[in-house]
């Protein structure tokens, strides 16, 4: 009976590590779009069409932004994976073998 409810706790445990990701970064596009359409709609009353688009400044612009969430990404994995080496080590208390109670009664 243990096993199975370890079993839908890892279940429950495996869809969060898959979705969180994927809900993650579609937030995370969704509020960029948001903040680019504000953005285009502001600028366009405020500026003269004839204006010049600089390259250089857009490209950097961009790769900041993602250089961004980049950076949020890794930390969020190491942060797991330094969480999950601490918790499952050997030397945890919570991961000795335990003896087996088959032949003992209390």
């Known amino acids: ?15 969060i590590i898959i979705f969180a990701p994927v809900l993650s970064v ?12 504000a953005v285009a709609q502001e ?6 069409p004839e204006e010049p688009v600089i390259r250089r400044v857009e490209i950097w612009g961009l790769f900041y932004r993602l250089m961004v969430i980049a950076f949020v ?14 918790r499952f080590r050997e030397s945890n208390k919570k991961n000795q073998p335990r003896e087996s109670w088959e032949g003992m009664h209390r």
């Not at 579609?26 to 359409?37: A, G, K, P, V, Y």
């Not at 600028?43 to 003269?48: L, M």
């Open 1 to 15: 009976m243990s096993s199975s409810i370890k079993l839908t706790n890892a279940n429950k445990w495996l869809l």
């Open 26 to 37: 579609s937030f995370t596009s969704f509020i960029f779009n948001l903040e680019q359409t």
């Open 43 to 48: 600028s366009a009353g405020v500026t003269p």
């Open 73 to 86: 990404v890794g930390a969020v994995v190491q942060g797991t994976i330094i969480y999950i080496c601490l």
